[in-house]
């Protein structure tokens, strides 16, 4: 995860779940301080108007965006407008584009291209295009897991039944051993820190909780068939994770 200190949240009200908007802002607070928060929408629409409470209470800035033509949705327009007069400042480390839809994957290459960090937030049925031109891609319904940090073992059947839509668990498998041949030390282990934020560059939606973990050593943990796993430590009190293919 990259260390990002300046963020702007931006949210497409009209196509966003408002029940998940705390959990969103709680997310991306690890990230770093939110600075800018602001959510866009036709606000006197009957759909929007249960927003007024939430966004007050959170702290985010209401856009008015009128339908100007009946059937075409302004809203989006508008956002890519104001991301790029704020990339313009050279202020922020990281956009976060709170949307489902696929119309915002111009705007967010266009940002990674202009070298800050982009997060995505949709639910699972976000086309791959956008997903795939952020850095990074959160599900709104993986927001709502309680996912637990200590899982008993389980065979492998039953964790394939926790993959999710966003790939099947042996995409995950592969992208390991390829970090495995790529990253392993003398000792002939790879660092898990590592291979986690290959398998986020490679694959932007990849969370764990779609798999019904918590941590990446508890994946692989799970699977004692496929990985050895040995722990040391690092400087100060960091204990380090690594692991190797068998």
């Known amino acids: 995860m990259e260390n990002l200190y300046k963020i702007v949240v931006l949210i497409d009200a009209d196509n966003t779940q408002l029940i998940k908007m705390d959990k969103v802002m709680r997310e991306i607070s690890t990230y770093g301080r939110i600075v800018v928060k602001r959510a866009y929408g036709n606000w006197k629409k009957e759909n929007l108007k249960n927003w007024e409470d939430e966004v007050k209470r959170l702290a985010i800035k209401a856009v008015q965006q009128f ?84 899982l008993p073992e389980a065979d492998n059947a039953d964790i394939e039944d926790n993959s999710s839509s966003n790939g099947s668990i042996e995409e995950i498998h592969s992208l390991l051993k390829i970090a495995f041949e790529k990253y392993q030390d003398d000792d002939g282990y790879v660092n898990v820190s590592s291979a986690g934020t290959f398998i986020k560059r490679t694959k932007p939606d990849f969370d764990l909780r779609s798999y019904g973990y918590y941590k990446l050593p508890d994946l692989l943990e799970a699977y004692k068939d496929k990985y050895e796993i040995k722990r040391y430590r690092g400087k100060g009190t960091v204990t380090i994770v690594a692991y190797k293919c068998l």
């Open 67 to 150: 339908d100007y033509v009946t059937g075409k949705n302004a809203t989006d327009m508008a956002m890519v407008i104001d991301a790029i007069d704020l990339l313009h400042t050279g202020t922020y480390d990281a956009f976060v584009i709170v949307a489902s839809d696929s119309d915002y994957t111009p705007i967010a290459i266009r940002l990674h291209e202009s070298g800050v960090y982009v997060i995505g937030v949709g639910e699972k049925k976000t086309p791959e295009a956008f997903r795939n031109s952020c850095d990074e891609f959160i599900y709104l319904e993986n927001l709502s897991k309680d996912v637990e940090k200590e």
